[in-house]
């Protein structure tokens, strides 16, 4: 991998950005956004996987490995375009500040979204329609499954495949012909939808990188059962001749958990991946790279040995470790893309295999403050521990808040935590950003809540629950001038600055 600079950065999901539809877009608060970022010298902004998500509204459980999340679309960009007029939002529902209500925004954003398909296919935006054209020829790989998955699921009331007719269960040609001439329109609403979703998703990056802002995005290692690829490419995956999972992912019991977690997502057949040259594989990055520019890799231990749960199972505490693809997966990547702009999630129990897999490409790992006191002083989490090729966080999106998890964690903890800091822990927040950002890490990031010294009730995601995540927004007029500038002070005195002007401190604090 081709070194990085030293640099900072922060973690927020376009859904947490502040606006008017209800959940964050690629809107005018995305791009005041990386204004910000660039007034407050900081390099990366990270982000969650885009994907459109399902049950739970969950990132991690996306229904395409490919498509754009038609929420995220910006409706007032669409209004400049010609795709929708001002009374197309008239009368939209009242919605929360400071959370997602998906119910709302669910029950709303596709309508006025359907308004835009219609001007456009009723129009005469013939730049527009060019561009439609080279977007769903250039995409055909996959947009047309995803499109085709997306109209039965709703034809069939959002019920996993598995559940369909046989013959579209089962993706015979004669039945999803029959099925497309009957529901044309249903299937090319989609199409259009990853249309906008992309053109304006292309916009944003462009905008950031002028910026010399890089995004980080994130490639979760499975896929949910129910989701266009498994069904698209039912042979990639361990199912049976019905199409059911054979095997599930999982991991086994441990310190925090006495039966393991069951994630239940179907397992891949690496053999069959292998006898394709990885080409799905190597496709999904490469679609991921036209929309950020580093990748974090999540459970990246995955990729040496992934634990095997029998299908069926009410636990995670039968089942068995099984060799991944390892090096022959990255090197059929390397040869095909070129580089590898990856950051291992490489959390939990790591064993010499992942270690090694790691140091072979020279990946960044990951480093996590808020797991670093419930242990001893050569904790590897601990910062005076850390490589100098690593990336370092407060917490991530399935910790607590800084804040909150300070107040809810143990007191020995806190007392290792508060002598640590050299008892500097009444700002807790600033004081943990402070004390990852002068660490020899590479790049040291912080969510969003930490910077605004939010409480647990901003915690984004609580592990092995369904209900209440991935709610948190930022309110409006959160990012202040006064923020902007304690960030770049602390990106300046720990050599963490970017931007137009890369400042020396011998120059900004002359001021």
């Not at 019920?159 to 579209?168: E, F, M, Q, R």
């Not at 497309?180 to 304006?200: A, D, G, P, S, T």
Request: charged fraction near 25%.
């Amino acid at each position: 991998m081709k070194e990085l600079d030293r640099a900072s950065g922060v973690l927020l999901h376009i859904s947490s950005l502040p606006g008017g539809d209800g959940i964050g877009t690629i809107g005018r608060e995305a791009f005041q956004w990386i204004d910000f970022l660039n007034s407050a010298g900081v390099k990366y902004w990270q982000i969650l996987p885009l994907n459109p998500t399902g049950y739970g509204n969950s990132p991690y459980q996306g229904l395409s490995a490919f498509a754009g999340n038609p929420l995220f679309i910006d409706l007032q960009d669409l209004i400049h375009d010609g795709l929708l007029n001002n009374t197309d939002l008239q009368q939209p529902p009242r919605f929360p500040l400071q959370k997602v209500d998906f119910q709302k925004v669910i029950a709303w954003k596709p309508a006025v979204l359907k308004c835009a398909y219609d001007h456009f296919f009723s129009g005469e935006l013939s730049q527009i329609n060019h561009e439609y054209e080279q977007f769903d020829n250039a995409n055909a790989s996959w947009l047309r499954d995803f499109a085709l998955f997306m109209a039965l699921r709703e034809k069939y009331q959002l019920v996993s495949w598995n559940k369909w007719p046989d013959a579209l269960r089962m993706r015979k040609p004669k039945a999803l012909q029959a099925f497309e001439k009957e529901n044309r329109q249903e299937i090319e609403i989609h199409k259009f939808l990853q249309f906008l979703f992309f053109r304006q998703w292309g916009k944003l990056k462009s905008y950031a990188n002028s910026k010399g802002i890089q995004l980080i995005g994130d490639i979760p290692i499975f896929m949910g059962y129910d989701c266009a690829d498994v069904w698209a490419y039912p042979h990639l995956f361990q199912l049976d001749k019905n199409r059911e999972p054979l095997a599930v992912a999982g991991v086994p019991p441990d310190f925090f958990s006495e039966t393991g977690q069951l994630w239940g997502n179907p397992l891949y057949d690496w053999e069959t991946h292998e006898k394709e040259n990885y080409k799905w594989w190597i496709t999904r990055v490469n679609e991921t790279l036209k929309t950020v520019d580093l990748i974090r890799l999540d459970h990246f231990r995955g990729f040496a040995g992934y634990y095997r749960i029998p299908a069926g199972a009410k636990t995670a505490e039968v089942g068995e470790w099984v060799s991944g693809p390892g090096k022959n997966l990255f090197d059929a990547m390397l040869a095909r893309i070129g580089r590898l702009p990856f950051i291992a999630e490489d959390l939990g129990v790591i064993t010499e295999d992942v270690i090694a897999l790691r140091e072979r490409y020279n990946f960044p790992g990951m480093r996590l403050l808020q797991f670093a006191f419930w242990e001893d002083a050569d904790h590897e989490f601990l910062p005076h521990n850390y490589p100098d090729n690593c990336v370092v966080y407060t917490g991530t999106h399935d910790n607590d808040t800084t804040v909150g998890w300070y107040k809810s964690a143990p007191q020995y903890e806190r007392n290792f935590c508060a002598s640590y800091l050299g008892g500097h822990t009444t700002d807790i927040a600033y004081e943990m950003i402070r004390t990852i950002w002068r660490t020899n890490a590479l790049i040291a990031i912080a969510p969003m809540q930490d910077f605004l010294r939010l409480d647990g009730w901003a915690r984004m995601n609580l592990p092995a629950t369904t209900a209440g995540n991935w709610l948190w927004r930022m309110k409006p007029g959160a990012v202040t001038s006064r923020l902007a500038k304690w960030i770049k002070k602390i990106n300046i005195t720990f050599n963490r600055a970017s931007g137009e002007k890369i400042w020396k401190a011998g120059d900004y604090f002359k001021e």
